[in-house]
Every structure is written in structure tokens, then in C-alpha cells.
């Protein structure tokens, strides 16, 4: 069966300081790979897809960046955080076919101080 | 774009009751729908995946329907229990090849004892 993981659950960082996310997902092979941040009181925001390894779409400008160095493996990074990126930043992936399921990991809550 | 709306915002019923929850969508050229639950402090669980060619699918206690033409779906949680608390997510995939979700806001559910 498949899994998504995702670490660490919580994080509080500085501002100013880098940003290493990272997100895993077991028993399945090409994924398309999520990141998305849920702001306090606010819906699911995409931030950054990618369909293929190394192929990063972004929906959003902002401090943030992605990497996908392996297949399964997503990376949401930042070189200087910002109070505003404080959030709770979930990993998800769902299959190649049109009518794929998405699956969600258990979500990072990034406080930036 | 779409545009994914739910009400209630909240929801607040005594234990054993029949509830349904709402979703709705804009572009109606939908591949399909799922429905999530969100736990405080939680990643996503998925609950139901409706295809575009169905009307319904069942899980248990819970049902939903699907209705492109009028552009809604609901989610039917029989018997509702303590244990169903949570913050309910509809979400539909885009066109696109990457298969992005667009999520409304959410439904607050709580499950008085």
C-alpha cells in the first residue's frame, strides 16, 4: 500500500533563518507531488506541483521554492523565512490517471518567530 | 477558474442525527470530487472519491452525490457520532495534467454527546 510521509510535524524558526521541509512517498512509483499551505482561518493554498522529477510548476510567488531530486522525495525550502510564512504546510500526492485519488500527509506546523 | 464554496461554515447537531453537508462548484467540466476529512492539528483524510460519470458513492455511514450539471455535491454522514468532529474538505482536480486540487473553505462539524 502506499504511504506519504512528512517531517517534521512541527517547527518553529527565526526570521531569517533557511527552510527544509521534506516529504516521502512509499509504494507507488511517479507521482504527481503537492505542497500546500493552510493558513490560519483560510482554505488550501497550492503552492508548488510537479508532474515528473525536477519539474516544478509554482502557483504562487513567494519566499518559497521546491525541489523533487528523486522520484518520490518533494523538498519545500526557503533561504530567509518571513513572519508570513508561518502556517500549516501539508505534502500530497495522487496518481498519473484522470480519475486519481490525492492523499494527504499529516501536515508540518511552521511558526516563524 | 473554479471556484469551490461550502456552507455551512459550521455545524453544530446532538449525536444520531442524519446531517448533510454541501459543496459547490463553478466549472462544471469536473473529472471528479472528493471529499475529505481534517482532523485539528491534522493532515487530510480522504474519505470518498466520486467520479464525474457517477451520481454516488458510499462508505459506510457516509454518502455522496454528485450533480455536475448544477455544478453540487454533498456529502450524507448518517447516524452522525462524537467521533465525526471535524472540519469536512470538497475539492476538485483541475484539467491540467498535474491534476491540482481547488478546495473550498471547509465545513466545521461538531457532534454534541
Known amino acids: 500500500s502506499q504511504t506519504i510521509h512528512q517531517w517534521p510535524a512541527t517547527l518553529v524558526q527565526p526570521v531569517g533563518s533557511p527552510l527544509s521541509l521534506e516529504c516521502t512517498v512509499e509504494g507507488t512509483s511517479n507521482p504527481n507531488l503537492y505542497w500546500y499551505r493552510q493558513a490560519a482561518g483560510r482554505g488550501l493554498q497550492l503552492l508548488f506541483y510537479?508532474?515528473?522529477?525536477?519539474?516544478i510548476s509554482s502557483e504562487v510567488p513567494q519566499n518559497l521554492s521546491a525541489s523533487r531530486p528523486q522520484d518520490r522525495q518533494f523538498i519545500l525550502s526557503s533561504k530567509k523565512l518571513l513572519l508570513s510564512d508561518s502556517g500549516f504546510y501539508l505534502c500530497?500526492?495522487?496518481?498519473?490517471?484522470?480519475?486519481?485519488?490525492?492523499?494527504f500527509g499529516q501536515g508540518t506546523r511552521l511558526t516563524v518567530v | 477558474k473554479q471556484e469551490v464554496t461550502q456552507i455551512p461554515a459550521a455545524l453544530s447537531v446532538p449525536e444520531g442525527e442524519n446531517l448533510v453537508l454541501n459543496c459547490s462548484f463553478t466549472d462544471s467540466a469536473i473529472y471528479n470530487l472528493q471529499w475529505f476529512r481534517q482532523d485539528p492539528g491534522k493532515g487530510l483524510t480522504s474519505l470518498l472519491l466520486?467520479?464525474?460519470?457517477?451520481r454516488e458513492q458510499t462508505s459506510g455511514r457516509l454518502n455522496a452525490s454528485l450533480d455536475k450539471s448544477s455544478g453540487r455535491s454533498t456529502l450524507y454522514i448518517a447516524a452522525s457520532q462524537p467521533g465525526d468532529s471535524a472540519t469536512y474538505l470538497c475539492a476538485v482536480p483541475n484539467s491540467g495534467s498535474a491534476r491540482q486540487l481547488t478546495f473550498g473553505s471547509g465545513t466545521q462539524l461538531t457532534v454534541l454527546p
Open positions: 510537479s508532474v515528473g522529477i525536477g519539474q
Open positions: 466520486i467520479q464525474s460519470s457517477q
Open positions: 500530497a500526492w495522487s496518481g498519473q490517471g484522470r480519475n486519481t485519488e490525492a492523499f
